[in-house]
Nanobody, 128 residues
Framework: QVQLVESGGGLVQAGGSLRLSCAVS????????MGWFRQAPEKERELVAA????????YYTDSVKGRFAISRDNAKNTVYLQMNSLNAEDSAVFYC?????????????????????WGQGTQVTVSS
């Protein structure tokens, strides 16, 4: 049973920063590509950032490029999302997701259907 537990969400003022963490309970964390999604009220869930199994390839949606940074620590079975220069449009529930990957170490999955496991989500609210 693979479990993902997010933490680090909360209320922050516009322009501020938050760091989300996702702890993954699995024996072979390095076999999973990881992603952070978000879903705002009345909007579809969208991929914010993804990182490959080896941590050497990352992907960001355009709206967060230059502000967010995804990283992973395979020794701690944890993926992070550092969020800077937050604005009200970033307010959403953020979800961590894991894609069990047996192939390309550099691949970053982009679609929801590629991810096999999901966390419960953590709320991020940015006040303007």
């Amino acid at each position: 049973q693979v479990q993902l537990v997010e933490s680090g969400g909360g209320l922050v003022q516009a322009g501020g920063s938050l760091r989300l963490s996702c702890a993954v309970s699995v024996r072979t964390f390095s076999r999973y590509a990881m992603g952070w999604f978000r879903q705002a009220p009345e909007k579809e869930r969208e991929l914010v950032a993804a990182i490959s199994r080896n941590g050497l390839t990352t992907y960001y949606t355009d709206s967060v490029k230059g502000r967010f940074a995804i990283s992973r620590d395979n020794a701690k079975n944890t993926v992070y999302l550092q969020m800077n220069s937050l604005n009200a449009e970033d307010s959403a529930v953020f979800y961590c997701a894991a894609d069990y990957a047996t192939g390309d170490y550099y691949y970053t999955p982009r679609s929801e259907s590629e991810y096999d496991y999901w966390g419960q989500g953590t709320q991020v609210t940015v006040s303007s």
